[in-house]
């Protein structure tokens, strides 16, 4: 069976638009986080990841009519199609899996006082409600008239989307896929939902919000972003003469079967799926799930400890850039092509790990050659999904 390799990707992220943005954050350990202010909520202030562009008019085309994360979604998506060329491909044999949690939330908050006013109602409304917007739009964007699918499956759903695009590869139902995530959640329905489960992390300082691997602080920062891979088999990226970034070696996503907002705090199901991702592999780093929320990060600890002791070193680029949730595997996978192709491994900032003293983390940046890193994630709905990724 041929190797599915990525061949181009987009990123749009706080403060970060492209491949060379991303870079520089990622090996100088820069925070990209600022405060978003509510102006009719006074006090009410929290640390988050903001994007200014808008993506309204992306490469001359309008999209004023898509929902903020679909925006964002075309303009990664368009980078990373630019990126492997994507062109090459005929239309019908290109494959589009995109993965989401929160959706069009922020448009659906907008409009859902005139949702009992059929005159205010917005003809674009159906659009807004119907999650499949997002592959489809990103679809007719990059001119692609395959397969079209959208995950909902949480943390996890980038992931899932690449585990998905990887089988369509694998049985030659297509000959490209362009997978990834996108959200744009920075909404009072998912702000006061996780304030309310108290996940959220209510700090107004942005060096103490969001600390990953640490028992002093709690809460995650909430933060938008879009990260899109192109996937293809190895064979067809050197008939092309392609660049080939990283091989997609394994992903594995199981669901815990939990009762609503509950989860596996033993770590146990996270384990198995760790452990068959990586199988005999021992690799460079793990870019770790560790956001802040104490289960979540003693999880992350518990898998690694289980697995290989202290002799792999673990990071979490979450105090850079946050928390995007369906996207943030995503983007961590493209953190990982970076730190292989430049050869270094980022670190994990806002924190001194305590609590966490007998796993090792990577505090500063470390220069090393990179020749696999394991992706973790996991989230409220239930899913872990692990992705091994390796070098050429």
Known sequence: MDDIVITGYGIKAPGILDKFSFLNVLEKGICTQGILNYSHQPHTNIVAGLIEDSFMEINGVSYHRHPR??????????????????????????????????????????????????????????????????????????????????????????????????????????????VGGTEAPLGQWTINGFKKIRSLSTESSIEKAGVPFSTQHRG???????????????????????????????????????????????????????????????????????????????????????????KVPITSIKGMIGHTFGAMGAMQIIASLLSMEYGFIPPTIKTSGHGFEDIPIVYETRHQAVESVCITTHGSSGNNACLLLTHT
Do not use: W
């Open 69 to 178: 994360s679909v925006r964002m979604a075309i303009a990664a998506a368009l980078d990373a199609s630019e990126m492997s060329n994507v062109n090459d491909f005929k239309p019908h044999r290109i494959a589009v899996i995109m993965g989401t949690s929160a959706g069009a939330i922020l448009e659906i908050e907008k409009y859902a006082t005139d949702a009992f006013d059929l005159r205010k109602f917005p003809i674009h409304g159906v659009s807004l409600v119907d999650t499949h917007t997002l592959s489809s739009s990103v679809a007719e964007a990059i001119g692609s008239c395959g397969s079209a699918f959208t995950v909902t499956t949480g943390c996890s759903a980038s992931l899932d989307a690449i585990l998905i695009g990887k089988q369509l590869l694998e049985s030659g139902s297509v000959d490209a896929c362009i």
């Open 220 to 310: 995650f920062v909430l933060s938008e972003g879009a990260g899109v891979m192109v996937l293809e088999r190895r064979q067809s990226a050197i008939t092309r003469g392609q660049k080939i970034y990283g091989k997609v070696e394994r992903v594995v996503s199981r669901n815990e079967g939990q009762k609503l907002l509950t989860s596996d705090i033993t770590g146990r199901h996270m384990l198995d799926v760790f452990q068959e991702t990586v199988g005999d592999t021992i690799p460079s780093y793990i870019n770790s799930q560790a956001l802040g929320i104490e289960v979540n990060d003693q999880i992350e600890r518990f898998t690694l400890k289980e697995t290989f002791g202290s």
